[in-house]
């Protein structure tokens, strides 16, 4: 059986996938076509059915539950592993808190980044989407005043002449006392409940080889990362992919709901009557 496959060119996907779409573990049948695209890409994909199973935002889901069911593996959540809000200026931070105009960049309005920007900043309503990679490269041109960056930028943009503002990890974390929800795998709601099961599975076998068999997929995790050096590749890899990306379990799936639930009470995505995992 062949299935579409979406999911970040970032070192922690291909990490996750490299055993699962080389074969180096069993599929159970299960073939997959992929697609490389960012995570707010992935997001719009999902909102239009456009792939079987994908990567997206936990935001994301909100918008795409009605179609997509959240599998137990292969999902990012963890502590100390949230979006960072840097600036070029330092002085701008006083600013924050007076409903200022000031110019946001942000990797995708979907993404649970922005997300948790608005939760911690409401005031800043003036963000510019922006493909993630390139909001480092914005800032030091000026473009904009803040940027909302995520992934391997959170190693690289000290290297620019850029200062943290906040970590809005940390922010969520002592705010709900749970592992933040970055990214999860998702899977169509009309496909049979057996692909479902086999499909968690196999990708949870994939997790397993990887973490069994670190280095066998250098080559292809290097192939697309951004000009990263194999440590940082490894401190990203060390940061997204954790035992949450095997199973949820009931830490994993009460941080989900906690995520959801805020969302709710805010009215800030629609309400669902949806289970939101695989059963």
């Given at each position: 059986m062949?299935?579409?496959?979406?999911?970040?060119?970032c070192p922690?996907?291909?990490?996750?996938?490299?055993?699962?779409?080389?074969?180096?573990?069993?599929?159970?049948?299960?073939?997959?076509?992929?697609?490389?695209?960012?995570?707010?890409?992935?997001?719009?994909?999902?909102?239009?059915?456009?792939?079987?199973?994908?990567?997206?935002?936990?935001?994301?889901?909100a918008?795409?539950?009605?179609?997509?069911?959240?599998?137990?593996?292969?999902?990012?959540l963890?502590f100390?592993?949230?979006?960072l809000?840097?600036?070029?200026?330092?002085?701008?931070?006083?600013?924050?808190?007076?409903?200022?105009?000031l110019?946001v960049?942000?990797?995708?309005?979907?993404?649970?980044?922005?997300?948790?920007?608005?939760?911690?900043?409401?005031?800043?309503?003036n963000?510019?989407?922006?493909?993630?990679?390139?909001i480092?490269?914005?800032?030091?041109?000026?473009n904009?005043?803040?940027?909302?960056?995520?992934?391997?930028?959170r190693?690289?943009?000290?290297?620019?002449?850029?200062y943290?503002?906040?970590?809005?990890?940390?922010y969520?974390?002592?705010?709900?006392?749970?592992?933040?929800?970055?990214?999860?795998?998702?899977?169509?709601?009309?496909?049979?409940?057996?692909?479902?099961?086999?499909?968690?599975?196999?990708?949870?076998?994939?997790?397993?080889?990887a973490?069994?068999?670190?280095?066998?997929?250098?080559?292809?995790?290097?192939?697309?990362?951004?000009?990263?050096?194999e440590?940082v590749?490894?401190?990203?890899?060390?940061?997204?992919v954790?035992?949450?990306?095997?199973?949820?379990?009931?830490?994993?799936?009460?941080?989900?709901?906690?995520?959801?639930?805020?969302?709710?009470?805010?009215?800030?995505?629609?309400?669902?009557?949806?289970?939101?995992?695989?059963?």
């Amino acid at each position: 059986m062949k299935l579409s496959l979406g999911f970040s060119p970032c070192p922690n996907d291909t990490f996750i996938f490299d055993a699962l779409i080389h074969h180096k573990i069993d599929t159970e049948g299960l073939e997959f076509e992929v697609s490389y695209e960012d995570v707010e890409t992935l997001n719009h994909k999902a909102f239009q059915g456009e792939l079987d199973i994908t990567k997206l935002s936990y935001h994301a889901y909100a918008y795409a539950v009605e179609n997509y069911v959240l599998l137990d593996a292969g999902s990012a959540l963890g502590f100390g592993v949230g979006p960072l809000l840097i600036c070029q200026r330092p002085e701008l931070v006083a600013q924050l808190s007076a409903g200022s105009d000031l110019k946001v960049g942000i990797p995708g309005k979907y993404t649970t980044a922005n997300f948790l920007l608005g939760l911690a900043f409401p005031e800043l309503k003036n963000k510019q989407e922006l493909v993630f990679s390139s909001i480092e490269q914005a800032l030091v041109d000026g473009n904009i005043d803040l940027g909302l960056i995520i992934h391997e930028n959170r190693f690289t943009y000290q290297d620019k002449g850029l200062y943290k503002v906040i970590d809005l990890g940390d922010y969520w974390e002592k705010m709900a006392s749970a592992p933040i929800p970055l990214g999860g795998i998702v899977a169509k709601r009309q496909l049979p409940d057996e692909v479902k099961h086999r499909i968690d599975k196999v990708i949870r076998r994939s997790v397993e080889y990887a973490f069994a068999n670190p280095k066998s997929g250098i080559e292809f995790i290097r192939s697309h990362a951004q000009e990263m050096s194999e440590d940082v590749m490894y401190k990203h890899i060390e940061l997204y992919v954790n035992r949450f990306s095997i199973s949820l379990g009931v830490e994993g799936r009460a941080a989900i709901l906690t995520l959801f639930n805020k969302a709710w009470e805010l009215g800030v995505v629609p309400r669902t009557t949806k289970d939101l995992f695989l059963s």
